[in-house]
Nanobody, 125 residues
Framework: QVQLVESGGGLVQAGGSLRLSCAASGSIFSINEMGWYRQAPGKQRELVASITSVGTTVYADSVKGRFTISRDNAKNTVYLQMSSLKPEDAAVYYC???????????????????WGQGTQVTVSS
């Protein structure tokens, strides 16, 4: 089985910074894409940023220039550095990873999709 464990959320003033981390563990052969999503009360979950295994990144327009996603493949960990935070960034942030559990799956199958438990980010104005 695979687990994604997030950390780094909390309360920050507008204009401040936070760094989220998400570590994957368990039966992992390789990890394809990793990403961060967020969900605010009453809203749908939305993509914040994603990064492929070779470092190609995608960002939501609302966070471009303020957030940076990165990953450490040796540690199976993805990070989200958030700067210049705004009250509208407040949400529960979820880590996502596409994981191959075996060499066979990597060659002949599709990756399995995993989610973290979520970490709360609160931004005070």
């Amino acid at each position: 089985q695979v687990q994604l464990v997030e950390s780094g959320g909390g309360l920050v003033q507008a204009g401040g910074s936070l760094r989220l981390s998400c570590a994957a563990s368990g039966s992992i052969f390789s990890i394809n894409e990793m990403g961060w999503y967020r969900q605010a009360p009453g809203k749908q979950r939305e993509l914040v940023a994603s990064i492929t295994s070779v470092g190609t990144t995608v960002y939501a327009d609302s966070v471009k220039g303020r957030f940076t996603i990165s990953r450490d493949n040796a540690k199976n960990t993805v990070y989200l550095q958030m700067s210049s935070l705004k009250p509208e960034d407040a949400a529960v942030y979820y880590c996502n990873a596409e994981i191959y559990g075996s060499p066979y799956a990597s060659r002949y199958g599709s990756p399995d999709d995993y989610w973290g438990q979520g970490t709360q980010v609160t931004v005070s104005s």
